[in-house]
């Protein structure tokens, strides 16, 4: 039986009344990617925001690794997450900003992971700059270099193609493709049907709050197929 890196149980989450996330139940293995879509709204956000603990599930269980997600340390080395609106460091600039994060996960800044990064998004001639001079779309690729330049276990990108143009949304997929071929685990969401099919990998589809019952973990239309172990997803009511 494979190792899971994400096991979500009955999962629920309401504000007051509001109920957001109803029934959702999946697992990730280890290596595994799963990708959770639906309409804005859906709670993509919120059961993202309930697997990295930054949300406290009204009722279900949530699992990282064996253990909840508990926000320590130790937690976060494993776990890079891109659920929250980014800040950046004044006077930092755009390398400086990769540099840090992969010094701070234990890399070496010269190493030329940062380079090869900054070089495959498009961000090598504006290294010099700070952050506050790029486009949305450069800072988009700006958090994902950030969020690629230190090694980690599970990933958990909530829209990562937002704001990125056609162009680049394959080079983010095919990044995210050799962290799963590198034995990681990748849990994102993501509004793009065509990234997702580039990706290769099973979805969960919610709606207004629940899981539709379908899986789509066959071949995508380039042919490249799901990566890694499939997620195993149970749907709920709709
Ligand atoms: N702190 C909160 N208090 C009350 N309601 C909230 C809170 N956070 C989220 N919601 C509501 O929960 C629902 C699900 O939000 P969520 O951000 O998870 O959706 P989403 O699927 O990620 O949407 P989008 O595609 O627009 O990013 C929305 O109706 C949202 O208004």
């Known amino acids: 039986m494979s190792e899971i890196a994400v096991a979500v149980v009955g999962l629920r989450v309401t ?17 595994g990617a799963l990708c959770l879509v639906g309409e804005n709204g859906a709670g993509k956000s919120t059961v993202l925001r309930c ?6 599930p009204t009722a279900g ?22 659920v929250e609106q980014p ?20 890399g070496d800044p010269a190493d030329g992971r940062v380079y090869d990064l ?21 800072r988009q690729r700006l958090l994902l270099a950030a969020a690629l330049a230190r090694p980690a276990d599970l ?16 080079v983010v997929a095919g990044l995210l493709r050799e962290h799963l071929a590198g034995g990681g685990s990748l849990l ?8 997702v099919a580039v990706l290769g990998c099973p979805v969960l589809k919610l709606h207004s709050g629940s899981p539709l019952p379908q899986t789509a ?21 709709v």
């Open 15 to 31: 504000y007051g009344s509001l109920s957001v996330v109803r029934d959702v139940d999946f697992d990730l293995p280890v290596g």
């Open 217 to 237: 973990d066959g071949p995508a239309p380039d042919g490249t197929g799901p990566v890694g172990d499939g997620a195993s997803v149970s749907g709920g009511p």
């Open 61 to 82: 269980s949530v699992r990282v690794f064996g253990a909840p997600p508990d926000g320590t340390a130790a937690f976060w080395r494993r776990v890079v997450a891109t």
């Open 51 to 56: 697997v990295t603990g930054l949300v406290e």
């Open 118 to 138: 900054l070089k495959v998004l498009g961000l090598h001639d504006l290294g010099d700059g700070t952050p506050d001079r790029l486009s949305s779309g450069e």
């Open 188 to 195: 994102l969401a993501s509004h793009d049907p065509a990234f």
């Open 155 to 170: 990933l958990v990108l909530d829209e990562p193609e937002q704001r990125l143009d056609a162009a680049i949304r394959p």
């Open 87 to 106: 800040g950046w460091y004044a006077g930092l600039t755009v390398r400086e900003h990769v540099e840090l994060v992969r010094l701070a996960g234990g």
